[in-house]
């Protein structure tokens, strides 16, 4: 049988009386006690500083550009079907679709 963990470390939290109903609720509807709610919580949070923010947002920025290019030159290739080479452009957009997804981490929308 494992053995159980030894906690000996104490945090203190303030909270009003809404504050801490709303925990109480919470915990009971997840068969938890307090401290394991936010444990578990704590567990999940994910930290960005400030830079990886800024990155993040001028990346977004800049993924959300090459899409409105990409949008352009597919309602061109519609507009131009006997002109162009359809099957290669699609190809080629569909190719360039999925590295963009990969590098923004997005789903495609159905």
């Known amino acids: 049988m494992p053995r159980k ?17 709303d925990w109480d609720l919470k915990a009971h509807a997840a068969g938890l006690s307090i401290s394991q709610l936010v444990r578990e919580a704590m ?3 994910r930290i960005t500083n400030v830079g990886d923010r800024a990155i993040q947002i001028e990346r977004t920025r800049q993924i959300a550009k090459i899409g ?7 309602r061109w290739a519609n507009t ?12 080629h957009l569909v190719a360039i679709e999925q ?4 590098l923004s981490d997005l789903k495609p929308k159905l």
């Open 5 to 21: 963990v030894q906690r000996i470390n104490t945090i203190a939290v303030r909270l009003t009386d809404e504050e801490k109903l």
């Open 43 to 45: 567990n999940r949070v």
């Open 68 to 74: 409105n290019n990409l949008n352009q030159i597919a």
């Open 80 to 91: 131009y079907k006997s002109t162009a080479d359809t099957v290669e452009i699609v190809t």
């Open 99 to 102: 590295a963009l997804m990969a």
